[in-house]
């Protein structure tokens, strides 16, 4: 599936003189796409996998199962570049990126995974998060890791498995725990794993180290004073070594497969990547992703900035050049899933391309507003204790108005998120870039420019979680030189979404969905 088109030729010459892969390892899918010089997809292969929920709140992934589709993505994406004439020789090195905060835990002596991984949205250490905010030191966490207390982070995924599983209670005890994001699982068994000669490789970079809450936001290096406080002991347990998202050696090189022996050399948190592969090099670019969640990345500079307004510090970059790049972020827990929803639970719609044709339906939202807090809410709210909630149904409503709902419950967050960002720097900005599935919905896209009040910036190739990847493996291995030889990638032919809607208007719909919000809070107690 997902062939890509034709290549252009490339700037410096052939466009098929040299090429980058990219393992995109997502929450619902895997992709491998292999990328010209110019940045464009010459060859792709697209997968799904299965998303395991045991108890409600809980999301989990069977980590043989991750690594499988990675694997046959490479395969099945080779062949079609192959089946197109080009020289697999022709690939320098390869890239990674992935869901971020999911966890990993296996037996460092066998390699082999001692519980599923457990998937950023996961809700289950509720209870626990409650536990470590009323704990000393709480207070203090945010200042050295950039993140709030949540259950997204890694760190309470560890903690939990550490209370209720014996396996890897066990392991911790026998100091044999290995702990990692998906990043570092991947690239563990890509390697050959304990088979490796030279040893296992076990890695990983800022971007993902930056979600566990083990990592210091400034130093780049795990904290003693974070992980005391999960009560983590290092002597117990295998951490991924912190190296530069970008680096020729580090990563290792793909034991078997049809590119066997080619570099693994870029490493990037999916969300990173994205706003690399949007070439966010810049204070003051951002953008936003529309996947299964939404998340809005800002480029603060050299100099992490520590939110006053419910927003997280995570590092945007660092590509050995000993001056990472920062950013804040705002997370949305439901984008693209909430989309999925009305297709798999509620059957509103025939596929999830058929969104607009059903919003559209209707003129308007008809007063209904979707709160879907699946999950709880992200940024900037961080509300645990909600749920799911439709406000404003009445007999009138019909299933266009949800669906118009659940597009606008995404543009409300991110709008939200944008107001926080423009606190935080002091700046306001004049443009976001989008990607990701939902970014082809038309109408999502000017809901988001009229909600938010700025233009929507809309490249043509929207594979820029990939990119990103592809570009920090390129840039070790010289097939860019410098981002400077990046400047034209990407830039032709994207749609821009101005807004439409009245100030009047817009701040009457934002102030219902704010009610919204705060009407939902509290659903979950303990009694």
Known sequence: ?????????????????????????????????????????VALHQMGFGNVHPESGWHEHDPHELLQTVETCIQQATKKFTDKGFDIAKVHAIGVTNQRETTVLWDKNTGEPLYNAIVWPDTRTKALVRELKAKQGSDK???LCGLPLSTYPSSVKLLWL?????????????GRLAFGTIDSWLIFRLNGGIDRQGGPIHVTDPTNASRTMFMNIKTLKYDDQLLSFFAIDRQKIALPEIVPSSHPTAFGTLSRGPLKGVPIAGCLGDQSSALVGQLGFKPGQAKNTYGTGCFLLYNVGTTPVISKSGLLATVAYDFGDGKPVYALEGSVAVAGSGVTFLLNNLGLIESSKAIDEVALSVPDNGGVYFVTAFSGLFAPYWIDDAKGTVFGLTAHSQKGHIARATLEAACHQTAAILDAMAKDSGRALSSLAVDGGLSNSELCMQTQADLSGIRV???????????????????????WSSIDDLKDINSTHRTIFEPKMGKEERAASRKMWERAVEMCRGWIRDD
């Open 141 to 143: 966490l945010l200042g």
């Open 1 to 41: 599936m997902g062939d890509a088109p034709e290549p252009k030729r490339s700037r410096t010459g052939d466009a098929e003189e040299t090429f980058v892969g990219s393992i995109d390892q997502g929450t619902t899918s895997t992709r491998f796409v292999i990328f010209n010089a110019n940045g464009e997809p």
């Open 162 to 174: 550490l209370r209720n599983n014996d396996a890897v209670k066990a392991a911790y005890d026998e």
């Open 457 to 479: 910036d809309r490249p043509a190739m929207r594979e820029t979680t990939s990119l990103g990847a592809a570009i920090a493996a390129g840039l070790a291995t010289g097939v």
